[in-house]
């Protein structure tokens, strides 16, 4: 069975540019986190969809941060425009049963650099 | 005081000692309790969920302490293969907080 897929892995871009991240969750999960992680530290939540439903975007920076999940299954996060300290990993996951309380199965990551 | 604190590491053991990482959690109605372990450049990946009476797997040991709110992972006869972060996670209500992990290096 397919894992959680991401793309791109890696991203360079300048400051000031637009950059998008998309994410295919396993098969049947319908719960779906992005998360953001810095070097030596864990990862942080940035916002959790049940299906098409974003119920917890409160850690999201939306003045720049912005993300989609229209039909329930993959999702796409875009950062615009990026600043130096988006610098970071962009974590997407996914889990069976919603409420945290299911494993999460986290895909590769999309390691972004912001020059 | 953060959600999520762990021991802050690294942690440098020789191989077959034992070890043990302790977590605190600052909610106290926190409901479902995790390790994972992430290896240098990869996602996480679960290691074992932590049950109310503790739980063992294989070398691998986690306890919970709902009173003083922490709980703990201990593994005995390390491996060289154990050498990765170890990230305590609590589900916080719906979402699930992350500790900043403990660095874990087995020598020979």
């Known amino acids: 069975e397919a894992g959680v897929v991401q793309s791109p892995r890696y991203k360079i871009i300048e400051k000031k540019q637009p950059v998008a991240f998309w994410c295919n969750p396993i098969?049947?999960?319908?719960?779906l986190y992005w998360y953001l992680q810095n070097l030596g530290q864990g990862p942080e939540l940035l916002i959790r969809?049940?299906?098409?439903?974003?119920?917890?975007d409160s850690q999201l920076p939306k003045d720049r941060f912005s993300a989609e999940r229209l039909k329930g299954v993959d999702s796409t996060l875009k950062i615009q425009p990026a600043e130096l300290g988006d610098s970071a990993v962009y974590l997407c996951a996914s889990s069976l049963d919603p409420g945290g309380l299911d494993t999460q199965y986290f895909g590769p990551g999309t390691r972004l650099t912001v020059l | 005081r953060k959600e999520v604190e762990q021991d802050p590491g690294p942690f440098n053991v020789p191989e077959g000692a034992t070890v043990a990482f302790n977590c605190t959690y600052s909610?106290?109605?926190?409901?479902?309790f995790f390790w994972y372990r992430q290896d240098c450049r990869k996602e996480p990946k679960l290691l074992m969920s932590v049950y109310s009476s503790g739980n063992e797997d294989g070398r691998f040991t986690a306890q919970l302490n709902r009173a003083s709110q922490y709980i703990s992972l201990l593994i005995r006869d390390s491996k060289l293969s154990d050498s990765a972060t170890y990230l305590c996670v609590v589900n916080m209500g719906n979402d699930m907080r992350f500790g900043a992990g403990t660095r874990l290096t087995v020598k020979p």
């Open positions: 098969s049947g999960h319908n719960t």
């Open positions: 909610n106290s109605a926190s409901q479902s």
């Open positions: 969809y049940e299906n098409e439903e974003a119920v917890d």
